[in-house]
């Protein structure tokens, strides 16, 4: 019982790392969109 909790726990916990990487990369994504937004607005 104890090891089916563990086991469960720990494939939901790697599936959450999963989408945070996700998240993260989206993130950095973003930012280089408004930066790039940013120095195409000063540039105008």
Known sequence: MMIRL?????TIESES???LKELQEDIIHAKAY???RKFEETQR
């Open 6 to 10: 563990v086991t469960a726990y720990m």
């Open 17 to 19: 790392m999963k989408e």
């Open 34 to 36: 408004i930066q790039e």
